[in-house]
């Protein structure tokens, strides 16, 4: 039984979810100011004030919201107040770029299948919150970035994308993890384009592109 394809509206509306510099927001703005990019970002929202990531937002003229959790009651009122305001933008699919918490049961209930995570290693190696750090101690020679489709595990949902860069024996963890940047911006315009233009499905935990 061939599983039917996640389509999206054209252009399809994203709402990006940042912790942070917002480095792989800003990708996303400068990408989705072509039409033929197939999408728009519509909301951005963040777990905490004052990051750059929500000024790259209001500079590009993006509504932002901010929810953190110790402003609610406890983490499933935030995982709540979260998902209600993802849902009150009618995303087709939610990014995590640099989004530093874990969502809850509330949201995967809402947005399971439409909801992207970039991570800063090779899954599954180097799951959680210190990819390039444990890349480097562990002594790998090639690291990279990761996006997949978020589900209630650590990093662990089905992949959509890998990308792959060297470890350089000078290397510090900050050294490292702007070349993972580079390399992580260029995969998560790549494919959340193409999830937007053409569709997605997700059977056995491979994600495919198109109704292939
Ligand atoms: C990215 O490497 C992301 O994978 C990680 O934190 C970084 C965020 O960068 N979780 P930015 O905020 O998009 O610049």
Redesign the pocket.
Known sequence: MPVPPTTLRRPARLVVL??????????LLDATSDPAYGAEVVAVGADRDG???LARAERAGVPTFVHRVKDHADREEWDRVLTEACLSHDPDLVV?????KLVGPHFLGALEGRCV????ALSPAFPG?H??ADALAYGVKVTG?TLFVVDAGVDTGPIVAQTTVPVLPEDDVEAL?ER??VA??RMLVDSVGRMAREGFTISDRKVRFGSE
């Not at 995590?96 to 530093?100: E, K």
């Not at 995570?117 to 800063?120: A, D, E, L, Q, V």
């Open positions: 940042v912790s942070g510099a917002g480095t792989n927001l800003q990708a990051i750059e990531g995590l770029a640099g989004f530093m995570n970039t991570h800063p919150m990819g390039p970035a993890h993972i940047k992580e911006r």
